[in-house]
């Protein structure tokens, strides 16, 4: 029972102070190692694609390997301060206050008056393509495209893997919490991983495809499971659940990634509008199949929407997995 209340705290951690800017998060180190281990790998190995198995082998593990060392080291000094720690750490693995922040400062920007150029400034912190050229409803569409697809990265896959690992019964090194900080921080270094490496371009078509692979794999699951819980999530909120099953169903799979078109189509028909379409990467169109059917125009409360939508899936998709823990194992 007293790692339910631990992810519960951690889960309650975030949504109060979410990820201070003054202090470093670790993703910022597992960026650095990415980068570190690229750099060297290049210079050893010729061929681009043994590189980038080799980086994403040595970034994972060296993850893995870091946090362990510190949290075995804590529960020697203390099991309690080793909880502790494993706990503010597990809160900064998921990102429900930074999305919910970031995506709702493009909503205040958009209906303040500020101007077109403001709101592309904001959202441009948050997604990857080119904003420059976005009309409003562009601005709309790439800010609830950007929450529901990173409703997984940042909140459910980190999250599923964590109770995976938490299953691992806790020992003389590690306390289950801490078990299942290692899961969240092994999702967190692939899904970062595929964040730099990821690129369909010349630099990582071959060196990032290890990163990318993984990523979908562990992505799988996690992905269809949040497109389900949005629906049940809109059920609960009174919003078109029935239209959001169909078109979770109907649009899936209209995505160039395997994983992120999940959650996108069930927002699109949840909401009643079109998601997808063609997007500007680097100065390049790139063409994209379309998600839901254009019932409406996408307008700034739709970011208020997708956000009530990913708080609650949140909610629902987290006691899920604390139910499937009690049954499993009865605490």
Same mark, same amino acid.
Request: glycine content about 8%.
């Given at each position: 029972?007293?790692?339910?209340?631990?992810?519960?705290?951690?889960?309650?951690?975030?949504l109060?102070?979410g990820?201070?800017k003054?202090?470093?998060?670790?993703?910022q180190?597992?960026?650095w190692?990415? #980068?570190?281990?690229?750099?060297?790998?290049?210079?050893?190995?010729?061929?681009?694609?043994?590189?980038?198995?080799?980086?994403?082998?040595?970034?994972?593990?060296?993850?893995?390997?870091?946090?362990?060392i510190?949290l075995?080291?804590?529960?020697?000094?203390?099991?309690?301060?080793?909880?502790?720690?494993?706990?503010?750490?597990?809160?900064?693995?998921?990102?429900?206050?930074?999305l919910?922040?970031?995506?709702?400062?493009?909503?205040?920007?958009?209906?303040?008056? *500020?101007?077109i150029?403001a709101?592309?400034?904001?959202?441009?912190?948050i997604?990857g393509?080119? @904003?420059?050229?976005?009309?409003?409803?562009?601005?709309?569409?790439?800010?609830?495209? @950007?929450?529901? *697809?990173?409703?997984?990265?940042?909140?459910?896959?980190?999250?599923?893997?964590?109770f995976?690992?938490?299953?691992?019964?806790?020992? *003389?090194?590690?306390?289950q919490?801490?078990l299942?900080?290692?899961?969240?921080?092994?999702?967190k270094?692939?899904?970062?991983?595929?964040?730099?490496?990821?690129?369909k371009?010349?630099?990582?078509?071959?060196?990032?495809r290890?990163?990318?692979?993984?990523?979908?794999?562990v992505?799988?699951?996690?992905?269809r499971?949040s497109?389900?819980?949005?629906?049940?999530? #809109?059920?609960?909120?009174?919003?078109?659940?029935?239209?959001?099953?169909?078109?979770?169903?109907?649009?899936?799979?209209?995505h160039?990634?395997?994983?992120?078109?999940?959650? *996108? #189509?069930?927002?699109?028909?949840?909401?009643?509008?079109?998601?997808?379409g063609?997007?500007?990467?680097?100065g390049?169109?790139?063409?994209?199949?379309?998600?839901?059917?254009?019932?409406?125009?996408?307008?700034?409360?739709d970011?208020?929407?997708?956000?009530?939508?990913?708080?609650?899936?949140?909610?629902?998709?987290?006691?899920?997995?604390?139910?499937?823990?009690?049954?499993?194992?009865?605490?």
């Open positions: 029972m007293i790692i339910t209340l631990q992810f519960l705290a951690a889960l309650c951690l975030d109060l102070i990820d201070p003054s202090i470093p998060h670790p993703v180190g597992i960026g190692l990415c #980068a570190t281990y690229e750099d060297r790998a290049r210079k050893v190995f010729v061929s681009p694609g043994l590189a980038g198995v080799v980086s994403t082998l040595l970034v994972l593990g060296s993850t893995l390997l870091v946090l362990g510190v075995m080291l804590l529960h020697k000094i203390s099991p309690v301060l080793e909880s502790l720690v494993a706990v503010v750490l597990l809160s900064s693995s998921i990102a429900c206050r930074g919910y922040d970031h995506s709702i400062r493009v909503y205040q920007v958009l209906i303040s008056g *500020e101007g150029d709101a592309r400034r904001e959202v441009a912190k997604v393509r080119d @904003t420059a050229e976005l009309d409003k409803h562009g601005v709309c569409r790439a800010c609830v495209e @950007t929450v529901a *697809e990173n409703l997984v990265d940042g909140i459910t896959a980190p999250l599923f893997f964590a995976l690992a938490s299953l691992i019964p806790g020992g *003389e090194l590690l306390s919490i801490s299942a900080l290692l899961g969240a921080y092994f999702y270094a692939i899904n970062t991983m595929d964040s730099m490496y990821g690129y371009n010349d630099r990582y078509l071959h060196f990032g290890t990163a990318a692979l993984v990523d979908d794999l992505n799988f699951l996690p992905a499971l497109g389900l819980a949005l629906v049940a999530a #809109a059920w609960m909120l009174r919003m078109d659940a029935a239209r959001g099953l169909k078109i979770f169903l109907r649009d899936r799979h209209n160039a990634s395997p994983n992120s078109g999940h959650p *996108e #189509a069930a927002v699109a028909g949840i909401l009643g509008v079109q998601l997808g063609n997007s500007s990467y680097f390049s169109i790139v063409k994209k199949p379309t998600m839901g059917e254009a019932l409406r125009t996408l307008v700034p409360a970011i208020v929407l997708v956000n009530k939508l990913m708080f609650t899936a949140s909610a629902l998709f987290g006691l899920l997995l604390l139910a499937s823990r009690l049954m499993i194992i009865g605490g």
